[in-house]
């Protein structure tokens, strides 16, 4: 065998333990980092000392990076806090005043003059909108903050329907219109009491924007999800109206001249999403609109 040939055989050893020493140095910085990502999203994280010429500059930006992410959780969960309090103060400090300037104002229609019980009913109204915008913004912001607590529960959809469409029956007679309700065996993981407010919400708006014909309420099954709508015989809504809807305070053309403040939809999406469903509108100007909710079922 050559000179050569000797040389090259002595020089397999000495890269093949290169090879593997560098494959242990990788094992062992991937075995870390993966162990402060773990950390990371238990909350256990700390930055600690790195020195570079032994570990890998992407670890130790890594390190510096799941830093800032720890501090910045740390100030979101105080801003919750606060956020918390808040919306627990407003609700308190707010229920009181307007129980008792609806109380006062329904007094006053009993005693003022009939000339003068206009005044006291656009009182009465003004004082109720508030009222409930205050309530929609509370639940609102109480979801968004992470207050409370959407718990799905898997069930059938019909019994929560029957109760959204009869608290809103009266109205609808007022209104001469018809409100249906089409019996139907689905089936979904959904918070009762949530699920349902996003549905009153649904027909509160279908039976407001009706002018003749009738609101319909049905719901059905599919394979991942479960399908609730309202369909209504309203004026119906432009397409490029049909996404804005959802934003907060946002009013069509068609609702401004209407009762309500543009927060029920929004928080219909909040209620969907909070569950891992979603909500679409569908609509054509003149053939009446119809929201879906889509529950998941499993």
């Known amino acids: 065998m050559t000179e050569a040939g000797y040389l090259c055989l002595a020089a397999v050893p000495a890269a093949l333990a290169a090879f593997l020493w560098g494959r242990l140095r990788m094992r062992r910085l991937l075995r870390r980092l993966d162990r402060m990502l773990d950390e990371a999203i238990q ?29 910045s959780a740390g100030r979101l969960q ?9 919306i627990a103060d407003i609700s308190h400090q707010t229920k009181t005043p307007l129980a008792n300037v609806l109380l006062y104002t329904q007094l006053l229609e009993e005693r003022v003059p009939e000339d003068c019980r206009a005044y006291t009913a656009a009182l009465g109204g ?9 309530d929609a913004l509370v639940k609102t912001s109480r979801l ?17 329907l029957e109760e959204a469409v009869l608290q809103f029956s009266p109205r609808a007679r007022e209104k ?3 409100l249906t309700l089409e019996p139907s065996p689905a089936e979904a993981v959904f918070d009762p009491k949530w699920t349902a407010e996003a549905v009153c919400n649904l027909i509160d708006n279908a039976v407001k924007y009706t002018s003749q014909g009738g609101v319909t309420v049905r719901a059905k099954a599919y394979e991942l999800f479960a399908r609730i709508d309202v369909q209504d015989t309203g004026p119906g809504v432009a397409g490029e109206e049909l996404e804005k809807l959802f934003q907060r305070f946002y ?3 068609e609702a401004s001249d209407a009762e309500g403040v543009g927060v029920g939809l ?3 999406r909040q209620i969907a999403e909070g569950q891992g469903g979603y909500v679409k509108a569908f609509s054509r100007p003149g053939r009446g609109a119809r929201f879906s909710l889509f529950l998941p079922r499993g």
Do not use: C, N, W
């Open 43 to 71: 909350g256990t994280f700390r930055e600690e000392a790195f020195d570079e010429s032994l570990l890998s500059a992407v670890e130790t930006k890594l390190a510096h990076y799941l830093g800032a992410s720890a501090v």
């Open 144 to 160: 968004e903050s992470g207050v409370l607590v959407l718990r799905p529960r898997p069930g059938p959809l019909l019994p929560m």
């Open 126 to 134: 003004q004082a109720q909108k508030l009222r409930s915008l205050i």
């Open 176 to 178: 001469g219109l018809s």
């Open 251 to 253: 009013r069509g053309a």
């Open 78 to 86: 105080e801003e919750r806090d606060t956020i918390q309090a808040l």
């Open 266 to 268: 929004y928080l219909v």
